[in-house]
């Protein structure tokens, strides 16, 4: 199991403070995982998280970029939105299609989620709208096919 890590942004600041309230910030955490899709291919995946609260606490935990926190990121699904205010923020969309993924008339939405417990495991839904989303990478395969040049010959 990869270890969850602390990241820190270009300015090397590790914790991000809240534009609304400067009491309040996050720390970004990633952690590498390999999964592996159902046709049995194998890549490595990053997934990355907020640890949000007051930036008091935050600070007194002492968290250094690069420093190892026990536990996992998982992947939360819902069809209730995590932010009622802007919902769309976590829509779970299918790759480059734009398409939402649906649950019956409800779209999905996903957010990743920092949890110190190791054996925390992803909680998924599977979308019911495939037939859509396979037609839209389909329609992108047909358009970005190449058509043969005929200024060029043997």
């Not at 914790?15 to 309230?21: A, E, R, V």
């Not at 955490?29 to 990355?48: C, H, N, P, W, Y």
């Not at 970029?65 to 939360?76: K, N, S, W, Y």
């Not at 409800?106 to 989620?113: D, F, G, L, S």
Request: glycine content about 8%; charged content about 25%.
């Amino acid at each position: 199991m990869n270890k969850v890590i602390v990241t820190a942004d270009k300015a090397g600041n590790v914790i991000s403070i809240s534009q609304n309230n400067k009491e309040w910030g996050y720390i970004r955490v990633e952690q590498m995982r390999a999964t592996i899709d159902d046709q049995g291919f194998a890549r490595k995946t990053v997934l990355s998280a907020l640890i949000y609260g007051k930036v008091a606490d935050l600070t007194d935990f002492g968290w250094k970029a690069g420093t190892e926190l026990p536990g996992r990121i998982v992947v939360v699904e819902s069809t209730t939105p995590f932010n009622p205010k802007a919902p769309e923020k976590d829509l779970k969309v299918a790759g480059s299609t734009g398409i939402t993924c649906m649950l019956g008339n409800e779209p999905i939405y996903r957010k990743n989620v920092y949890k110190a417990d190791a054996e925390a495991t992803d909680s998924t839904i599977e979308h019911t709208n495939g037939e859509e989303i396979r037609a839209a990478y389909n329609a992108a395969r047909s358009n970005a096919a190449v058509a043969p040049n005929t200024e060029f010959s043997m």
